[in-house]
């Protein structure tokens, strides 16, 4: 049985609806991602898990429990809030302690407690500062660590990371990472951000206007998405509009507006013809002076119209002769060369048949 299950969770505020007919499970032990857009619906999701708003219809689902009408303090859950939301007049160890002390804990097994939690955060030897004398970083940990130290089935975390540099983001992801697998306590994580998912999550459930779109290990919903939608705002994709025609089992045609006819992998689904999209993600699209004329590839000459320089790798810009536009990306081996080609220069992209994925409308 899944630790925690949403049946058919609505949440409406007036005519509008923030969370839409969402059912999901999530198992022990999962670092579990909600991911979309700002207005999606993820956040109030997270806040009727948490008991801090009332779904209108459905039931939320604990551990076999179900939550109906039982209050926030009352769940064993715990939330981590984009603000962190730490006592600026208190120290480290007695944010940490709060939640122990409300619960009328022993004295001496507060203290114990508390230097075990700051153990699991890499803090040990900090409970004295105060927050305002530490980093962005170091204030999240404080925040995981009061969150935890209670030890609840599960823990919310809504956009922690918003407020940290790129840098430090990424130091603190990989933190976040070995503490849920040290801890073992199921996460559920809230953001915006498809990179952060991408690198953190065991499962994502991919959101749009109150619905979940997809939901799948981060490798499938980047390397096989859904719909238009999840292959847009999941990193960067070609979306070439155009028409499947009828093929075989494994193979069929397709033809591309402003592209042309090419070959593409057979669509999971039974439809066998219709208008859609090819998904292709940058780094599957070749790019070169000419390339080889293979059965299972699709060649098409072009211009490279821009380029933008990523320092580890380079994304062109083409124009092929049909007046269609894709994106390819190219590593960057050699060291001091930024790029290969200019704008102006023609060059031959291609792909190869199952590299794209047809999305029906």
């Known amino acids: 049985m899944a630790l925690l299950e949403l049946r058919n969770v609505t949440r409406r505020f007036g005519d509008f609806r923030a969370v839409d007919d969402v059912t999901l499970s999530i198992e022990s032990g999962e670092f579990f991602t909600l991911l979309g857009p700002s207005g999606c619906g993820k956040t109030t999701l997270l806040r009727v898990v948490a008991g801090f708003d009332t779904a209108d219809t459905g039931s939320v689902v604990l551990d076999g429990r179900d939550m109906s009408g039982i209050a926030p303090e009352a769940r064993d859950v715990h939330t981590v809030f984009q603000s962190y939301a730490l006592f600026p007049h208190m120290s480290v160890a007695d944010n940490i302690a709060f939640p122990l002390r409300m619960a009328k804990v022993p004295a001496a097994q507060i203290r114990d407690r508390v230097e075990e939690a700051l153990e699991d955060v890499h803090l040990t ?15 999240q940990r404080v925040a995981v660590a009061r969150a935890l130290i209670s030890r609840p089935k599960l823990l919310l975390l809504d956009e922690p990371l918003a407020a940290l540099d790129a840098k430090l983001k990424e130091r603190v992801q990989l933190e976040l990472i070995n503490l849920q697998k040290e801890i073992g306590i199921t996460f559920i994580y809230v953001t915006h951000d498809q990179s952060e998912a991408l690198a953190l999550s065991d499962r994502i459930a991919v959101m749009k206007d109150g619905r979940v779109e997809q939901v799948d290990e981060p490798s499938r919903i980047y390397g096989f998405p859904k719909n238009r939608f999840v292959a847009d705002f999941i990193g960067h994709c070609n979306l070439l509009e ?120």
């Open 242 to 361: 155009g028409r499947l025609q009828a093929g075989t089992e494994s193979l069929c045609e397709a033809v591309l507006d402003k592209v042309g006819a090419i070959k593409v992998a057979h669509p999971d689904k039974g439809v066998a013809t219709g208008h859609g999209v090819l998904a292709l993600r940058p780094e599957n699209v070749a790019i070169g002076r000419t390339l080889p004329d293979e059965p299972e590839m699709n060649l098409f000459s072009g211009r490279v119209q821009d380029l933008l320089y990523l320092g580890d790798v380079t994304v062109y810009i083409v124009e092929v002769e049909g007046g269609g536009r894709l994106e390819a990306l190219l590593p960057n081996h050699r060291s001091g060369q930024a790029t290969f080609y200019q704008p102006g220069d023609e060059v031959t992209v291609g792909w190869r048949f199952d590299a794209g994925h047809f999305l029906f409308d």
């Open 125 to 139: 030897g900090m409970g004295q500062r105060f927050p305002s004398e530490l980093s962005g970083g170091q204030r």
